[in-house]
């Protein structure tokens, strides 16, 4: 109560002070929050490791200055690009927490990487809340903005770890969940009888439109022999972040 009575004090004295300050408040709880530039090396090796150690050498890498967005920080040769995604735009709120690693080939370069590049440029600006990018984002697919992959193709998506959201629910969990994702555009889970509840084909496709997928997971041998190979990487990045030690084997982003 007695704080009640001294924020109307505050109001009958000081109306225009007190507004000001509130869309201020609401202004910075509301717009980009600034992500941290993770170190050059560690992000450029947890993005080479969305792809099989034989297609590094040749690889593009995409690097995040949060002040500006994606630029390369190494020019490759062989068509595949990669980076880590630091901003699902999807659920519409700025966290710091998101660290995904993603490869795409030459054909996902052209039409789904651009997607990625446009959100991290918008919240770099400082100039959209997340709900305005969700927005725009959600509006370009409506128009046709952002086009269907011309090919069939791959993107990989096998690192050791993902920071992501548990799938369509609020929470974000870092996961071991290596896969392999083929270009499926406007595919549903009804097309291939639903997803499998043990290993096999899923899909990231209902709502997707022009982008979606069909995920193959990395076999159990498979996934042990990445983390096994990734014990090195595994250390830096938790070093580095504490979140970024697996929670919970969780389902796909």
Request: glycine share 8%; charged share 25%.
């Amino acid at each position: 109560m007695k704080q009640i009575s001294i924020l109307g004090s505050l109001k009958k004295k000081y109306p225009r002070t007190l507004s000001f300050l509130v869309i201020i408040f609401f202004s910075t709880q509301s717009f980009a929050q600034k992500l941290e530039k993770m170190p050059i090396d560690l992000e450029t090796d947890f993005a080479l490791s969305s792809m099989p150690p034989h297609m590094r050498a040749g690889a593009t890498v995409y690097l995040l200055d949060p002040e500006k967005g994606y630029y390369i920080g190494r020019q490759g040769t062989n068509g595949f690009i990669c980076f880590v995604m630091r901003t699902d735009w999807e659920h519409g709120e700025f966290r710091n927490d998101i660290a995904t690693a993603i490869s795409y080939d030459a054909e996902g370069a052209k039409s789904i990487w651009p997607t990625y590049a446009d959100v991290e440029e918008m919240r770099a600006s400082g100039k959209f809340t997340a709900v305005q990018i969700k927005d725009i984002m959600t509006e370009r697919f409506h128009k046709g903005y952002y086009k269907a992959p011309a090919r069939p193709g791959i993107s990989y998506m096998v690192a050791p770890i993902m920071r992501a959201y548990d799938d369509a629910s609020p929470t974000v969990l870092t996961m071991s969940i290596p896969h392999y994702m083929f270009y499926a555009p406007y595919i549903s889970e009804a097309d291939i009888g639903g997803n499998s509840p043990s290993g096999g084909p899923m899909i990231l496709g209902d709502g997707k439109g022009p982008h979606g997928y069909i995920i193959i997971p990395a076999g159990k041998m498979e996934k042990a022999k990445i983390m096994e190979e990734n014990k090195e990487l595994l250390k830096r990045l938790t070093d580095y972040q504490s979140y970024f030690k697996v929670e919970s084997r969780g389902s796909h982003h």
